[in-house]
Every structure is written in structure tokens, then in C-alpha cells.
């Protein structure tokens, strides 16, 4: 049985020692650093499953790190920080974070998290030796869900992990309203505790990504009161094509 292994990276040694000790009891390998350089270092001897990185670091900061982390593996990456401002936790994503998570936390919903994520990440890493193709086909939106990949009037965009994930799910259920707690529970796995911004600032990024005018969404509409479904009543048609 293969032990997954995660990183932790953070200046607060009370924190890596609270957090190894907690992850440990759960069976996991654990690694820490206490700095942005010894991070990226690390990483490329470790090959981790999950980083959990602070925002606020010595000599690199967390925004800077996950950046960097981004272009030499790709693994879940939560931050885990002090700033809980709307405008951090948007920060911490839009450079590449997963999650966001503020402290002071709770030992066991950052396990909960943890656990929803390597799932997330071995349920993907299994679709993509599959070897069926599945796409969806819109007027100039093409998702490839074995591929994993998105193109906008045939330009491939790049999207993270969970901005696919929220496509694919809205997508493969066209008009089909989502409350904001499904799509929550359905992508990052764990209950949404109240918490809605992670999901809102991703939904924000994908479409700034796919959408030709974010400010007035052509398919990821907003449900007042609901959540979001994905619009294809323009006279669109849904095609699913297996080969």
C-alpha cells in the first residue's frame, strides 16, 4: 500500500509540529520546510501528493512558491494562512491554490480536506489512463474529459484542476440549476462548513478563462438564490460523443 506524502511548508514550527503530528496519526509521510527555497528544493527529491503552503514565508513568499510549484508538478496545493481576507483567499487561488484554508483551524477539518483532495488526485490520475474518449461539444466550446483539456473556439485554455472539474460537472447537466453546497461537496469532496468563497473565486477564474464576456456569462449563468447551471438554452446543442 502506497503512502501518500505531503509537504508542509511554513515559518511557524509550533504549526509544521501540530500538523505532522495530526497527519502522521492518519498514516501519512510527512516532509517539512520552513522556507519558499528549501520547498522547491525539496519537491523535486520528494515528489509529494499534497503541499500544504503558508502565504506569508521567508525570502519567497506562498503566492511566489505555489507559482513556482505549479511549473514542476501538479499536485493538490492548500494554502494554509493567518490572512483571511477575501482578497487573500482570491490571491492564494488565482495563483494556483486548490484550497484556502485560515488559521486558527481545526486539526480535523484540514484532514477532512486533505483526504478529499488525494482522492480528487487518485481519481484523476485513473481517468487519465483511460483510454475512451468522451467529449462535449458546444457552439465553440469543446471539453475533452479523458484528455482533460478545454478549447475556446479551438484555442486550448489552460485550467487548474478544479476549474475543470466545476466545467465538466455543470457542463455534463446543461440547465440543470447547482446549489452552491453540491458543487462544493462534488469537487473538493468535503462539506462546503459555510465557506463559499473558494468555490466563488474559482467559478470567477473559469470564466475570465471561457467565457467570451465574464461580466455577462454566455455559459456559467448565476441562479439568484440557487448557485450556477450551465446555459445552453441560446440554441445550443449538447452533443456526447464516445469513439
Not at 506562498?62 to 490572512?83: E, H, M, T
Not at 483532495?117 to 481517468?127: E, I
Not at 453546497?181 to 465557506?195: F, P, Q, R
Amino acid at each position: 500500500m502506497n503512502v501518500s506524502k505531503i509537504l508542509v511548508v511554513d515559518d511557524e514550527p509550533e504549526i509544521i509540529e501540530l500538523i505532522t503530528l495530526y497527519l502522521q496519526r492518519e498514516g501519512y509521510s510527512v516532509f517539512a520546510a520552513d522556507n519558499g527555497t528549501d520547498a522547491l528544493r525539496m519537491i523535486g527529491e520528494i515528489k509529494p501528493d499534497l503541499i500544504l503552503l503558508d502565504v506569508l514565508l521567508k525570502q519567497l513568499n506562498g503566492l511566489d512558491v505555489c507559482q513556482q510549484i505549479r511549473q514542476i508538478i501538479d499536485v493538490p496545493i492548500l494554502f494554509v494562512s493567518a490572512k483571511s481576507d477575501d482578497q487573500d483567499v482570491i490571491n492564494g487561488l488565482a495563483a494556483g491554490g486548490d484550497d484556502y484554508i485560515t488559521k486558527p483551524f481545526s486539526p480535523g477539518q484540514l484532514v477532512a480536506r486533505i483526504k478529499a483532495h488525494l482522492r480528487r488526485q487518485s481519481l484523476n490520475m485513473h481517468h487519465h489512463g483511460e483510454h475512451n474518449r468522451n467529449l462535449l461539444i458546444f457552439d465553440g466550446l469543446i471539453i475533452d474529459l479523458t484528455a482533460r483539456t478545454v478549447r475556446v473556439h479551438n484555442q486550448y485554455v489552460a485550467l487548474s484542476v478544479k476549474e475543470f472539474e466545476l466545467l465538466s460537472l455543470l457542463a455534463k447537466q446543461p440547465n440543470r440549476a447547482f446549489q452552491l453546497a453540491t458543487l462544493y461537496e462534488a469537487v473538493w469532496g468535503v462539506e462546503s462548513i459555510g465557506d463559499t468563497r473558494t468555490l466563488m473565486v474559482h467559478m470567477s477564474n473559469l470564466r475570465k478563462k471561457i467565457e467570451p464576456d465574464p461580466t455577462n456569462p454566455r455559459w456559467i449563468v448565476t441562479m439568484r438564490g440557487v448557485g450556477y447551471k450551465f446555459n445552453t438554452e441560446e440554441g445550443n446543442d449538447l452533443q456526447n460523443v464516445y469513439r
